[in-house]
């Protein structure tokens, strides 16, 4: 106890006797603590304590003195006043607990558990740090150490050695690759160790040395695919779930060499219905699924444990959407826990799409035969969660196959006689052959009665008695409406009614779902969900369900997901949504209000609190409002007695707000109301700026992004009055440059995922120009190529035009920066063409064929026509200033680029 108590009082610190006053910006935020500073004489006492208690005979305290250590030494990476547990500042740590690892046959049991647990956890938790900053040669002694102990007779220290060296796997020190044949040679000895644990570390070494470092799995692919192909059937779960952990990771891999996809291409007459057995549920879970059905028929409230966490959706401005499958997609089993039911799942997903139909549907339709019409209905659902996991991958080859199948899923679908789980894996297949359904509406001889089949399917099942198989309807109806689009146009009165119906009757989880389906149901079909009279039949029911949940508690989780569906059906409704927008209005600022104050009396905050959480989507849901209102959402604001007169007042307060999430949404709605409603935003536009430059930071991306965009378009509104700007445009300059010249590295020295940053950033930078190009020019020759690169990659073509624009007045201010850019002109010459060729580049065709081969670049968009006259005299400027640079570029030119030069640009 005394050594967690320590470990929170450095890392967590206790909150003061008495807060500071908050400042009045319409709500109040909550007292961050600072943390105890210590004297070296404190940190050195405390260094020692710790050290010895990772020996002391008592297990407890080893823990707790270990997981002290741990956090202490993670902290001290972002916390100036724990530098002292930085590593590269405890210069005896490791060696301390290399001494107790080498001395572990002359010593007790206590002295070598306490070494390897706690470095085991500062393997964990900072790995690459730990590599760089601990004293190398005690370091590189750890490697030889750890090997030692792997033939210990004591479990404890076989297994925590053990993955000690597993977690080395990703720092690859040079101690371990010396001796890999060593730590090869270990793991083989210990695969058919009795300690579970021990065997399970094996499968999870193997497993990431292959994610990680394939080149060493190579040679020794056989005998390795061989092992865990025997242990996926280990008789015990844990380690069975880890080496099929193995399957899924190599049909991931970025890269395979022939010789290992011939090798597990071997496998897989013995390896696939190895996992169709694996889908099977175990007995003792059939057991506990079966005593559940009884109680999700009951129809009574669901329980806490039985609830999944409700997360809110981060929206990022100025980026391209995410094509990656939905969540629901994925989600075939309603529980969060990773088995080897969903392994084996996923697994053969990956293998057929690796290999495809031709090395995957030989082994696996004889068994997926006799499944598919078993008499056990256990079996029979393991068939058809294989049959939906094979769609992608097989979806061609099974094509002559599923008119007789299809029909087949929707009858277990439909048949109340049958069990919850098989009516749940039935609708989460008939979700992963949606595209099927699509193409056939699409062949000149398909079926085009499909989507209305299985809309009424769907629709139809929605009440069922189960609320599991309401969940699998749901995300079900989800997915199938993502790939259908617009050919639900003629079926959405019905569904809407049917999904009123499951309004009444829904309880939270599956209500949850329900929203969220609703909610894609307005982004993928579109406009047509918000058009006449539709509206009206489901708006309502929702507004009141607000207030129902609102009234009994207004912090109920379930109310995200329906403020993220009404945020998406605002945009689609447009003025449409007018009749109930000043509720929504309302709705959205009282719960703004009501959980800022429940969060000012909070002691402690973490940065991404739960708690915020209902802010975000009620920020979400007012742009939702400001994008379906455009100018009218002034009057809409003006007109409410309650929140009118202090909407200016919390839209300071929310862009300062302690948690990133919070300003993440803000900086999304700032820039809407930018461009829709800019009078509100006027009278705290310099303070709103000012938050908005301290919230570019990359170690949170999607507010940076925010936050950035958002300044961008508060540019396009000012014009070419830089007035507003002034104050801040030196310093928004030097924050965007970073951005334009490559990723940021962390402490831990890991890039940065700036992922659409320096898209947005490259936007903004032109924005900023176009208002005043001396705002950027005297700079510019710092990060032009980067510009350059960036502004070629904005997705959005206004915003890339923006770019473009304010590029050119940029170079006219400063023509010198061209020379000064780079160390050869040609250099930067052959840049500034390549980002005017991306305006010719056919959407999504980068292949080197476009340069090279047959002629196909498109015409400069022509409602962008100004800008191409802009560029032209440009090119030709450059061209007469360049000389012999010139025709040192152009005979580098392709061939293909040289034409359009020539032939749009006159260059």
């Given at each position: 106890m005394a050594g967690l108590s320590l470990k929170n009082a450095l890392v967590s610190p206790p909150p003061p006797t008495s807060a500071a006053p908050a400042p009045d910006h319409g709500y109040n935020t909550a007292f961050i603590p600072k943390r105890m500073t210590l004297t070296n004489d404190a940190s050195a006492e405390i260094k020692s304590s710790l050290l010895q208690s990772i020996t002391d005979e008592v297990c407890g305290v080893r823990s707790a003195a270990s997981t002290a250590i741990a956090r202490c030494c993670t902290m001290a990476g972002s916390v100036n006043e724990l530098h002292m547990f930085r590593i590269s500042e405890w210069s005896e740590l490791i060696p301390f607990l290399l001494s107790c690892i080498n001395q572990s046959a002359n010593t007790q049991q206590n002295v070598t558990s306490g070494a390897l647990l706690t470095l085991r956890k500062l393997l964990e938790d900072i790995p690459l740090r730990l590599a760089r900053e601990a004293p190398s040669s005690s370091f590189n002694d750890?490697?030889?150490?750890?090997?030692?102990?792997?033939?210990s007779q004591d479990e404890i220290v076989r297994k925590e050695s053990l993955a000690c060296l597993n977690c080395l796997i990703d720092p690859m020190p040079g101690s371990l690759v010396a001796r890999m044949n060593d730590y090869l040679t270990g793991l083989s000895g210990l695969a058919a160790d009795p300690s579970t644990s021990v065997r399970k570390l094996v499968c999870q070494g193997i497993v990431a040395l292959l994610s990680r470092r394939s080149e060493y799995i190579r040679p020794h692919i056989a005998s390795i695919s061989e092992f865990m192909l025997k242990a996926t059937s280990d008789p015990d779960p844990l380690v069975a779930i880890e080496a099929c952990d193995f399957w899924l990771t190599f049909a991931s891999l970025d890269e395979t060499t022939d010789d290992m996809m011939e090798c597990i291409a071997g496998l897989l007459p013995r390896l696939l219905p190895q996992l169709l057995k694996g889908m099977v549920y175990p007995a003792e879970k059939i057991e506990e699924l079966m005593e559940a059905n009884a109680l999700d028929e009951d129809g009574g409230m669901d329980k806490a444990q039985d609830l999944a966490p409700v997360f809110h959706k981060s929206g990022v401005r100025g980026t391209k959407d995410d094509d990656s499958e939905s969540e629901e997609d994925n989600d075939f089993d309603d529980d969060n826990e990773w088995t080897l039911r969903k392994c084996s799942a996923a697994s053969l997903d990956a293998l057929a799409g690796l290999y495809g139909a031709a090395y995957t549907l030989p082994p696996l339709l004889p068994a997926l035969e006799v499944g598919l019409s078993h008499n056990d209905q256990w079996i029979r659902e393991a068939s058809i969660l294989a049959l939906g996991a094979i769609a992608e991958g097989c979806q061609e080859e099974l094509a002559p196959h599923l008119p007789q199948l299809h029909p087949f899923l929707l009858s277990q679908l439909s048949n109340s006689n049958v069990l919850p789980q098989l009516r749940c894996i039935a609708a989460w297949t008939i979700g992963r052959y949606s595209s099927w359904v699509v193409d056939q509406m699409n062949d000149d001889n398909g079926d085009k009665t499909l989507v209305a089949k299985v809309a009424q399917a769907l629709a139809g099942q929605l009440l069922d008695r189960n609320k599991k198989v309401q969940v699998a309807i749901c995300s079900a109806f989800g997915v199938f409406v993502e790939a259908t689009c617009e050919l639900m146009v003629p079926y959405l009165e019905p569904v809407y009614q049917a999904f009123v119906e499951a309004m009444k009757v829904y309880r939270t989880r599956s209500l949850m779902i329900l929203l969220d389906t609703m909610g894609v149901m307005a982004n993928y079909v579109g406009t047509s969900t918000g058009e006449g009279p539709l509206p009206g039949l489901y708006v309502p029911a929702l507004l009141q369900i607000w207030n129902d949940f609102a009234s009994d508690n207004p912090f109920d989780r379930a109310l995200l997901p329906l403020?993220?569906?009404?945020?998406s059906i605002t945009v689609t409704c447009?003025?449409?949504?007018?009749?109930?927008?000043?509720?929504?209005?309302?709705?959205?600022?009282?719960?703004?209000?009501?959980?800022?104050?429940?969060?000012?009396?909070?002691?402690?905050?973490?940065?991404?609190?739960?708690?915020?959480?209902?802010?975000?989507?009620?920020?979400?849901?007012?742009?939702?409002?400001?994008?379906?209102?455009?100018?009218?959402?002034?009057?809409?604001?003006?007109?409410?007695?309650r929140y009118?007169?202090?909407?200016?007042?919390?839209?300071?307060?929310?862009?300062?707000?302690q948690i990133t999430g919070v300003r993440m949404s803000f900086f999304a709605l700032l820039g809407d109301l930018a461009r829709k409603a800019p009078s509100l935003i006027e009278a705290g536009l310099p303070k709103l700026l000012s938050e908005a430059l301290s919230s570019i930071d990359p170690m949170h991306s999607?507010?940076?992004?925010?936050?950035?965009?958002?300044i961008g378009e508060v540019c396009v509104r000012c014009g070419v009055n830089a007035e507003p700007l002034n104050p801040h445009a030196a310093q928004l300059v030097q924050l965007l440059i970073p951005f334009l010249m490559g990723n940021s590295i962390d402490i831990d020295g890991v890039i940065v995922e700036t992922n659409g940053i320096a898209e947005n950033a490259a936007t903004t930078m032109g924005r900023l120009a176009c208002v005043d190009a001396n705002f950027v020019a005297p700079e510019m020759s710092r990060f032009l190529h980067g510009w350059l690169t960036a502004m070629s990659h904005v997705s959005s073509s206004d915003e890339r035009r923006d770019a473009f624009q304010g590029f050119v007045l940029s170079i006219r201010a400063n023509p010198q920066s061209i020379q000064s850019a780079g160390a050869d002109l040609s250099d930067t010459i052959t840049a500034i063409l390549f980002a005017v060729m991306s305006w010719h580049i056919p959407q999504g065709d980068l292949s080197p064929d476009l340069l090279h081969s047959s002629y196909g670049?498109?015409?400069?968009?022509?409602?962008?026509?100004?800008l191409l006259n802009t560029l032209k005299h440009l090119l030709r400027d450059i061209k007469a200033s360049a000389g012999e640079c010139w025709a040192t570029v152009d005979n580098q030119m392709p061939t293909n680029v040289k034409r359009l030069m020539a032939e749009v640009y006159g260059v």
């Open positions: 750890l490697t030889p150490a750890l090997l030692a102990l792997l033939s403020m993220e569906c009404l945020a447009g003025l449409n949504f007018q009749p109930w927008a000043m509720e929504a209005f309302e709705n959205s600022m009282s719960m703004i209000e009501a959980c800022n104050l429940v969060i000012a009396h909070e002691e402690e905050l973490a940065e991404d609190d739960e708690l915020a959480d209902p802010i975000i989507c009620s920020v979400d849901l007012l742009d939702g409002l400001v994008e379906a209102l455009g100018g009218n959402f002034v009057a809409l604001v003006s007109g409410s007695s009118g007169p202090t909407f200016a007042n919390v839209l300071v307060g929310l862009s300062e707000h999607a507010m940076c992004n925010n936050a950035i965009w958002a670049f498109q015409p400069f968009p022509a409602e962008y026509g100004e």
